[in-house]
């Protein structure tokens, strides 16, 4: 014992600083963090502790700089590092250094069905927001697609869970890998914009449980997010952002989640709420949250001066705000006061790759009929339409908005592919929105027209005689109303007359290829009459790049649907019941929106209801062709823990080397639980060479064999016989094997 004690100290004296600069605990890399914590918390005064908890810019919060912990900064998210604003208003700050590489938008990213493209953006944004010193990214967002009017699903991943939460967590890993927390957002039910501030959303457990919380539970369990944003929406009749239930019941709670509740902007209502109902930083827009400035704003922040005086008065006392700082300092010690791993990279040509790959494999070939495309060698005239094909796509939005170093536009992308042996024609076809800007930042481009609507139809068709393909690049913007955040779209049709446009083209040119730019389904009544349908989203940065690789063939297409694309809104569980959006309460202060279609959502809702989806979710089209076969179980039983595998052969029968997504669905035949007819349990995408097979294996088991029982609160194992159903998109599952739950 003496000798331990003797080393200890020896130990103690060699490792310790030179005397008279003893290195107190909390700055102590070699003590545990939780005791620095400890330390660190020890420390400071009721005023610091009030002052780290809430925002002192629009996107900073100050550390303690008497102790020398450093000040917080978060910035937007999720698709780039957002430029620089003033330090207290909306306005650029007019920096020449804070440009981004434009990553393509997240429902992009989803569409690539590949883990390892999430990780590879995520790793990749991690690296611009260091080198342009954000500590924290606000997104990813993993609010389910409920209705194609959302204006935010293009920043979101689709409409099912074991999707979006198998992308969800190698994106935080990839982020945070560079001690640049995530912030995952909304927490929870924000899926839809309009009236956000307002909507109180009425769910059922089964469907909160199944739906709508599995990509939060992973992000939090699996990818270990360092940060969490709540929703602007309400839940039981209380705003997200301190949601007692959401955050301190299930969050905290049941989740054990160890990272910091950071409020939206301006989603904080209520001082009481927010010190007992698990908000950790308040962050704003103005004074009330959301329209009016004041001079000493941040003092007048729900989590400051009312705090402290409650805290004084003796209304509070420390331990929620300690808790509160705790989870504060746990983010310091993963971020600014942790060992960093290198200085991060600004527009690297790395960062303009990685922008690249995942918008090629994000891009979906949704209709190709004759196999138009790729672009045959022999072409010699192409006609491209549309205001899309030439407008900057990466300003606008809202939040997720950007100041793209460099954005390659689809025509620019085309006629750089295609080279002089291809005369590329522009029409410009319809005029949507020309104005262009975001925040101060506006598109470097003039987008003036004068022409009449009539007349750009006339000289699109006139051109597209005699031309061997019209590409014509339509689809939704990002203006208010369409892919926007703040409000929905008002209708589900293609806005500025794109509908006439393309059946005129059509009956010109047989070779007519839509490629629709946007982040949601749109109605297209002329699908028959096209040639070829592509889904380009936002591709940001090197948009023309990809989608000229797709066009011409060398990239071979892989994207699928993160969503069901259905024909008409009637098809859709939300408007089909009439659930959104919602009733107004007398007052207008609340809109109570009821999730009627319960777990029924998208491809769960078409199969129960036979809706024939004009592509269905896990769809999208290749250049090569790809046989299933030999779908096998390890067992035919299984008892819940336990779990089982299930194994395919992939072949590529075709002639060019591609990749397939293989889709594992299962069918619970329950008579007792009402079950949706198959939901999505694992995928593997695979890339195979002519001729390759390949075997592709998913392991099922947890809640894959469970149902939220709304009863007893809980999950439940559902016994019984099982239908897995693999295939490469939810309305073509050709391969089947039955198996059984015990
Ligand atoms: C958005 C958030 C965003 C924040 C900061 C809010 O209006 O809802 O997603 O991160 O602003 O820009």
Redesign the pocket.
């Known amino acids: 014992m003496k000798k331990i004690i003797t080393l200890c100290l020896l130990l103690a004296t060699v490792l310790a600083p030179a005397a008279g600069e003893q290195l107190p605990v909390y700055l102590d890399e070699r003590q545990p963090v939780e005791k620095r914590i400890d330390d660190a918390l020890s420390r400071m005064t009721l005023d610091e502790k009030i002052a780290v908890i809430h925002a002192q810019s629009k ?1 900073s919060a100050p550390g303690v700089k008497r102790l020398g912990l450093p000040d917080f900064w978060t910035d ?2 999720p698709h780039g590092v ?1 430029p620089d604003v003033l330090w207290d208003e909306w306005q650029q700050a007019g920096h020449t250094n804070d440009s981004c590489v434009a990553f393509p938008a997240l429902t992009c990213l989803a569409a690539t069905w590949n883990p390892s493209m999430a990780r590879l953006y995520g790793r990749s944004l991690g690296e611009e927001a260091l080198y342009r010193g954000k500590n924290m990214i ?2 990813p ?1 993993v609010n389910m697609c409920r209705t194609p009017l959302g204006g935010r699903n293009f ?1 979101y991943m689709g409409e099912d869970p074991c999707l979006a939460s198998a992308m969800v967590v190698p994106y935080i890993q990839g982020l945070q890998s560079n001690g640049v927390a995530a ?1 995952v ?2 927490f929870a039910l924000n899926n839809d914009e309009e009236n956000r501030f307002k909507v109180n959303v009425t769910v059922s457990d089964r469907a909160l449980r199944e739906i709508y919380l599995p990509a939060f539970e992973a992000a939090v369990k699996r990818g270990h997010t360092w940060g969490l ?1 709540g929703a ?1 929406n309400l839940y039981r009749d209380q705003h997200n952002c301190h949601n007692r239930y959401l955050l301190v019941d299930l969050l905290k709670g049941e989740w054990n989640y160890d990272g910091v509740v950071v409020s ?3 989603g904080t209502h209520d001082t009481d709420q927010a010190v007992k109902n698990g908000l950790d930083m308040e ?1 704003g ?1 103005w004074t009330n949250g959301l329209s009016a400035g004041a001079k000493n704003a941040y003092d007048m922040y729900y989590m400051a001066m009312a705090y402290r005086a409650g805290i004084v008065s003796g209304k509070y006392t420390t331990r929620e705000l300690d808790d509160k700082v705790r989870r504060v300092l746990r983010l310091y010690y993963r971020t600014t006061m942790a060992r960093k791993s290198g200085h991060g990279f600004l527009c690297s040509e790395a960062h303009y790759d990685a922008a690249r790959t995942i918008a090629e494999q994000g891009i979906v070939l949704l209709q190709n009929k004759r196999g138009v495309l790729p672009l045959k060698a022999g072409a010699r005239r192409l006609l491209v339409v549309g205001e899309n094909a030439i407008k900057m796509m990466t300003v606008g939005g ?3 908005s950007l100041k793209a170093q460099r954005e390659i536009l689809p025509l620019d992308g085309l006629k750089a592919r295609l080279g002089s042996a291809v005369q590329v024609d522009y029409a410009r076809g319809y005029v949507g929105d020309t104005t262009g800007s975001y925040n101060g930042v506006t598109a470097r481009q003039s987008l003036a027209e004068t022409r009449s609507a009539a007349q750009l139809v006339a000289e699109a068709v006139d051109k597209a005689r005699g031309a061997d393909y019209v590409i014509v690049v339509g689809g939704l913007n990002k203006s208010n109303h369409q892919d926007c ?2 409000h929905d779209r008002l209708d589900y049709g293609l806005p500025y007359g794109q509908d006439s446009l393309v059946e005129a083209l059509a009956r010109v040119n047989s070779n007519v290829v839509f490629v629709n730019i946007s982040g949601n389904a749109v109605a297209m009544p002329w699908s028959d009459k096209v040639a070829a349908i592509v889904q380009a989203w936002y591709l940001g940065s090197e948009t023309g790049t990809a989608l000229a690789a797709v066009l011409a063939g060398d990239v071979n297409p892989s994207g699928r649907l993160p969503f069901t694309w259905p024909r008409r809104l009637a098809d859709v569980g939300a408007h089909a019941l009439g659930a959104y959006p919602g009733t107004w309460r007398p007052g207008h202060d609340i809109i109570d929106e009821q999730y009627k279609e319960g777990i029924y959502v998208g491809y769960r809702w078409a199969d129960k209801h036979r809706v024939k989806p004009l592509f269905a979710f896990g769809h999208g089209l290749s250049y090569t062709t790809f046989a299933m076969s030999g779908l096998r179980l390890d067992k035919r039983r299984v008892a819940a823990p336990d779990s089982i595998t299930a194994t395919v052969t992939v072949t590529n029968t075709g002639r060019r080397a591609g990749a397939q997504v293989v889709q594992f669905y299962v069918s619970d035949h329950s008579t007792t639980v009402d079950m949706p007819v198959k939901e999505l349990r694992g995928f593997a995408r695979v890339e195979l060479q002519p001729g390759e097979s390949r075997e592709v294996s998913v392991v099922l088991g947890g809640h894959d064999f469970q149902y939220w029982d709304e009863a007893g609160g809980g999950w439940q194992v559902s016994h019984g016989r099982r239908t897995l159903l693999v295939g490469d998109a939810a309305d073509h599952t050709p391969l089947r094997a039955d198996f059984a739950v015990e």
């Open positions: 996107f937007d998210g957002r606000l997104g967002g920043e912030c957002k909304h944003m602007y939206d902007w301006g962050f827009t809202g939040s997720s955040e703040d």
